[in-house]
């Protein structure tokens, strides 16, 4: 508990001084009584015109301090560029810090940099011991002549760049040092190769979670079809915090609907909650659930909502708000509370936290608590389609 009071004067001074509150009603299915979310404020964490910073994700420390991780490239729309890309031979992931989850450091200092090309989206995860784990996967740029020399069949982007897969970084100090990259395993139904000739590594945007056992769950994303280019969703399950990773079982497949990004999340009961990207699908947002522990997942279903891709994070009264991007206009952030063991995700109320964006690249957002009232939601946010930078915003719950 003494965590949540260093912040607690800080956020009620924010409160009673922002213009910015909302205040958002919506019936709680356990509960007769109407609960209140308020949108307190938006806040900036990062932004320079130099740089592309996109896809947080965020966790707090057992010190109370908050690590921040993003990707960050150069804006090449400064070197001529007539826009952006999410491929870039120039990107690394790099971190902030703060002690309150408002006010954060200047500048973001280096986290990694992979050897052979550019990382993508960087995704925390701190174990029960303090360890953090932070999952990546990387593109490389090859010229089109020497790309008709890799083994086949790959993923390439019309910009030329090559798939490199998935892999893992992992800090002992608080994230003061990293170590690293570890390989996860290459799991069966990847059909692709890496520009090295080797089985793509699993990989993956989205939350991973240590269940109540000490497992660590991470659900992967696995190209399964070349003609027409298709991915499915699958869960890979490490005993020994996240060193090495073994293949449990299918969670999202289908013969026409793609399945990616993807966050899991165990409930209080012990479910495996999977909620899931689909493309080709109406851009609707996908959960899968798990009563076996992970052993095998239920037919997947879409949660009758737009959005992508989804976090899960339990409150402190075992309440789930669930954060996504919304790229449709109005482009923006959304948010849902659901009951503990996130079976009214088709009833729970909408909460619209930004519909101000500039265009459909932003959000990627990921929540954390800062005290028992409070959460702090991420994310990626433009203005006008203008510079890519890391924004937050403060709720009530």
């Known amino acids: 508990m003494k965590i949540f009071c260093v912040n607690f004067l800080l956020i009620v001074s924010i409160i009673f001084n922002s213009p910015d509150s909302i205040a958002i009603s919506f019936p709680?299915?356990?509960?007769?009584?109407?609960?209140?979310?308020?949108?307190?404020?938006?806040?900036?964490?990062?932004?320079?015109?130099?740089?592309?910073?996109?896809?947080?994700?965020?966790?707090?420390?057992?010190?109370?301090?908050?690590?921040?991780?993003?990707?960050?490239?150069?804006?090449?729309?400064?070197?001529?560029?007539?826009?952006?890309?999410?491929?870039?031979?120039?990107?690394?992931?790099?971190?902030?810090?703060?002690?309150?989850?408002?006010?954060?450091?200047?500048?973001?200092?280096?986290?990694?940099?992979?050897?052979?090309?550019?990382?993508?989206?960087?995704?925390?995860l701190q174990l029960s011991d303090g360890t953090l784990l932070c999952t990546s996967y990387g593109w490389t740029q090859i010229n089109e002549e020497d790309r008709k020399n890799l083994q086949t069949p790959n993923v390439t982007t019309g910009s030329g760049y090559v798939f490199l897969g998935g892999y893992l970084v992992r800090s002992s100090d608080g994230g003061k040092s990293w170590k690293g990259p570890y390989y996860p395993p290459h799991i069966q139904p990847e059909?692709?190769?890496?520009?090295?000739?080797?089985?793509?590594?699993?990989?993956?945007?989205?939350?991973?979670?240590?269940?109540?056992?000490?497992?660590?769950?991470?659900?992967?994303?696995?190209?399964?079809?070349?003609?027409?280019?298709?991915?499915?969703?699958?869960?890979?399950?490490?005993?020994?915090?996240?060193?090495?990773?073994?293949?449990?079982?299918?969670?999202?497949?289908?013969?026409?609907?793609?399945?990616?990004?993807?966050s899991v999340y165990e409930t209080p009961k012990g479910d495996i909650v999977a909620f899931i990207r689909s493309g080709k699908y109406e851009d609707q947002a996908v959960i899968a659930r798990s009563t076996d522990g992970g052993k095998s997942f239920g037919p997947w279903k879409s949660m009758g909502f737009k959005g992508h891709p989804l976090q899960a994070l339990r409150l402190p009264d075992n309440r789930v708000l669930l954060v996504y991007g919304y790229r449709h206009e109005p482009y923006g952030i959304r948010a849902r509370i659901l009951n503990a063991e996130c079976t009214d995700f088709e009833t729970a109320e909408e909460i619209i936290l930004r519909d101000d964006g500039g265009s459909g690249d932003i959000g990627y957002p990921w929540a954390v608590v800062l005290d028992e009232n409070y959460a702090l939601v991420t994310y990626y946010f433009n203005k006008e389609n203008q510079t890519r930078h890391i924004a937050g915003t403060i709720i009530k719950f």
């Open 28 to 124: 709680n299915p356990s509960d007769s009584s109407q609960r209140v979310v308020e949108k307190v404020k938006d806040i900036m964490i990062y932004h320079d015109e130099r740089y592309y910073a996109a896809f947080p994700s965020i966790v707090r420390k057992p010190d109370g301090e908050f690590l921040l991780s993003f990707r960050r490239s150069p804006d090449r729309r400064n070197f001529g560029s007539k826009g952006y890309s999410h491929t870039d031979p120039n990107s690394y992931l790099v971190q902030m810090t703060s002690k309150d989850g408002i006010h954060w450091s200047a500048e973001p200092e280096l986290l990694y940099a992979h050897d052979f090309g550019g990382s993508q989206d960087p995704c925390l």
């Open 191 to 262: 059909i692709n190769f890496t520009p090295t000739g080797n089985p793509v590594p699993a990989y993956n945007r989205g939350a991973l979670y240590e269940g109540s056992d000490g497992r660590v769950f991470w659900v992967v994303a696995s190209h399964d079809q070349q003609s027409p280019s298709k991915t499915s969703n699958h869960l890979l399950i490490s005993n020994d915090k996240g060193f090495t990773w073994q293949y449990s079982c299918p969670v999202a497949v289908d013969d026409e609907v793609v399945f990616n990004e993807a």
